[in-house]
């Protein structure tokens, strides 16, 4: 599914004109990056958590050149599941499958 993808079944559901989902949509994305970008974690009750993850700095191998090389610690984004989110996906997946 694509942001396109879900901006259409928003208004269908809705009624709401695309313009004005697309623009809560992205409004949404936006707010979500600018609060991870600050190091901030996102909670979304229900749905899961957007969180800012620290990876340490680790040595690695070059094969072609058989050199160990340092890849320095950084940030990551990660998406933990809510409890919910994850029992709905495992029940709905369970019955498409009978």
């Known amino acids: 599914m694509t942001k396109a993808d879900i901006v259409n079944a928003i208004s269908k559901n809705t009624g709401i004109d695309r313009a004005s989902v697309l623009a809560s949509v992205e ?30 700095a680790k040595a690695a ?23 919910y989110f994850s029992e709905n996906l495992r029940s709905t997946l369970e019955k498409k499958k009978k």
Do not use: C, W
């Open 61 to 83: 191998r070059h094969i072609k050149n058989e050199t160990t090389i340092i890849i320095p610690e950084r940030f990551v984004p990660t998406f933990k599941p809510s409890h």
């Open 27 to 56: 409004g949404f994305m936006d707010e979500v990056m600018k609060s991870m970008s600050n190091g901030e974690n996102v909670y979304l009750r229900g749905f899961g958590s957007f969180v800012v993850k620290k990876r340490a």
